[in-house]
């Protein structure tokens, strides 16, 4: 176990950095080596500074938390990302722990187990505070990150027009609509949603609602 352990927090709201580096302040262990209040910011400050473990938000300006993790471990391999978010739903959780992160830890947590969180992650553990209503395995977790990785990759198969198709046909644009938009026409468009259906193993349109829900194209409130 290190005796010293760095730290950076990347947060985009002031009071919530100010809350961290309070509460951090009873674990002599760790030392808060900057702060950044968005993810390009944050990303630059962390290959320079090469902290142990950068603690981040998901939503923010630019780069949110997801892709900022993900960008981080390509960078940092050996640097540890913990998510602090507001988000408890499993969609966000599985984003968060298939693009990289040991830990994720509620914004409402208590600064006792904020800290236990953050302790857990720089002793090389993996830590998940109440992430749900319900109690949920990390079985089941490890499930949902896999059908969303694998939806993912999935969507990201198709061409640039067709996931630009796509996005056009989840926001209820008809074919005419969508044709005018992209400046093509809507045989186009209807070539391209047969592609689209092919390409991602789907048949009615109520599945590709329902895909486009998992990939985020269709804001959840979760």
């Known amino acids: 176990m290190k005796d010293h352990t760095t ?4 947060d985009d709201h002031p009071l919530f950095r100010e809350g961290l580096k309070s509460i951090m302040k009873f674990a002599p262990r760790f030392e808060i080596i900057g702060e950044a209040n968005d993810g390009l910011t944050g990303l630059t ?3 320079e500074l090469k902290p142990d473990i950068i603690l981040t ?3 923010m300006l630019g780069i949110d938390g997801i892709e900022l993790t993900r960008r981080l471990k390509t960078l940092l391999p050996e640097s540890k990302v913990v998510i602090l978010s507001t988000h408890s739903g499993l969609t966000h959780i599985s984003l968060a722990m298939h693009a990289g992160a040991s830990g994720y830890l509620l914004k409402s947590s208590s600064p006792a187990k904020v800290l236990e969180g ?8 993996t830590f998940m505070d109440r992430i749900s209503s ?6 089941t977790l490890s499930i949902k990150v896999l059908e969303h990785y694998e939806t993912q990759r999935a969507y990201e198969n198709l061409t640039p027009r067709e996931q630009q198709v796509m996005r056009g046909l989840v926001e209820e644009t008809t074919h005419q609509q969508l044709a005018e938009k992209l400046s093509i026409t809507t045989k186009t ?4 949603r047969s592609n689209i259906m092919r390409k991602l193993a ?5 599945e590709l609602i329902r895909f ?5 194209l269709i804001k959840t409130n979760t």
């Not at 468009?189 to 391209?192: A, S, Y």
């Not at 789907?202 to 109520?206: F, H």
């Not at 486009?212 to 985020?216: L, R």
């Open 7 to 10: 730290l950076l927090i990347i």
């Open 45 to 47: 400050l962390a290959t």
């Open 57 to 59: 938000n998901i939503s």
């Open 118 to 125: 953050i302790t857990a992650v720089a002793n090389n553990q």
């Open 134 to 139: 319900q109690s949920i395995s990390s079985e």
């Open 189 to 192: 468009v209807e070539n391209h």
């Open 202 to 206: 789907l048949k009615r349109e109520i």
């Open 212 to 216: 486009a829900a998992q990939i985020g």
